[in-house]
């Protein structure tokens, strides 16, 4: 079992950059594929980006692409989510996921087993 918590949200103008980080407990954080998702108001909570155990493979939403990047060290049981050039759509509560599997990056929330509490960001324009 692992028990997540994130951090780093807050607001911020449109163009600027935000660091999300998600704490995990438990002694086998690497053997988790890692997962960030985001519910904005009134939607559905949607995929952002995963990483597999190593960190050597990676996927992201087409809407993030290019702008965000995830990335973990497994030394500190921490994934991390850049992110830059927010846009206001980027408004959302942003959650990370820890999946037990180590070969597929799924992006439906359905296949993650923990998550964390949420951060949110607001982006203002």
């Known amino acids: 079992q692992v028990h997540l918590v994130e951090s780093g949200g807050g607001l911020v103008q449109a163009g600027g950059s935000l660091r999300l980080s998600c704490a995990a407990s438990g002694r086998t954080f690497s053997m988790y594929t890692m997962g960030w998702f985001r519910q904005a108001p009134g939607k559905e909570r949607e995929f952002v980006a995963a990483?597999?155990?190593?960190?050597?493979?990676?996927r992201y939403a087409d809407s993030i692409k290019g702008r965000f990047t995830i990335s973990r060290d497994n030394a500190k049981s921490t994934v991390y989510l850049e992110m830059n050039s927010l846009k206001p759509e980027d408004t959302a509560v942003y959650y990370c996921?820890?999946?037990?599997?180590?070969?597929?990056?799924?992006?439906?929330?359905?296949?993650?087993?923990?998550w964390g509490q949420g951060t949110p960001v607001t982006v203002s324009s």
């Open positions: 990483i597999s155990t190593s960190g050597g493979k990676t």
């Open positions: 996921a820890a999946d037990w599997n180590t070969i597929y990056l799924y992006t439906t929330s359905s296949n993650y087993d923990y």
